[in-house]
């Protein structure tokens, strides 16, 4: 599978977060074999947890999948640019690659907002921004379409 692959996944599960209200953010975390070892969605809305993001989700699952939270060697794909709990929890886990499609302009920190990754933490993932970024985009706008209707 290519980047663009990992992504599209990845945006089937934030699509599966609209009839819940919930922003359309999906995650996949996948190893160096290319498997997809951790999947997840916004659920704030559904579940009434703050910390219910995609990236959370997916990390929570792909550390039960290897059986650590040490994901050294993974690749997190997600929709939108993680916000710090998330990029906190990217850290934490020493995930190596993070790939996502939108920026987000208010609570970015893969730049947008700060880069919690240049920061002086003990772990520095690398940051692809931009993959698929349109199509990201645009379940962003039509969601919030929708909501403003």
């Not at 990845?10 to 996948?30: H, K, S, T, W």
């Not at 690398?126 to 403003?148: D, S």
Request: proline letters at 5%.
């Amino acid at each position: 599978m290519t980047h663009e692959d990992y992504m599209r996944k990845a945006l089937e599960l934030a699509r599966q977060c609209i009839p819940d209200g919930d922003v359309p953010v999906g995650c996949v975390v996948v190893d160096p074999q290319g498997r997809i070892i951790g999947q997840g969605r916004n659920r704030r809305e559904a579940d009434g947890r703050a910390t219910a993001h995609a990236e959370v989700e997916a990390i929570d699952m792909a550390c039960r999948t290897l059986g650590t939270w040490r994901l050294t060697h993974c690749t997190l794909y997600v929709t939108l640019e993680p916000c710090p709990m998330c990029a906190g929890a990217i850290i934490n886990a020493r995930i190596a690659e993070v790939r996502y499609g939108a920026r987000e302009e208010k609570s970015g920190c893969c730049g947008s907002v700060l880069n919690l990754f240049e920061e002086r933490f003990n772990h520095h993932p690398r940051i692809y921004p931009n993959l698929l970024k349109e199509e990201c985009q645009a379940v962003l706008t039509e969601f919030f379409a929708q909501l403003r209707r």
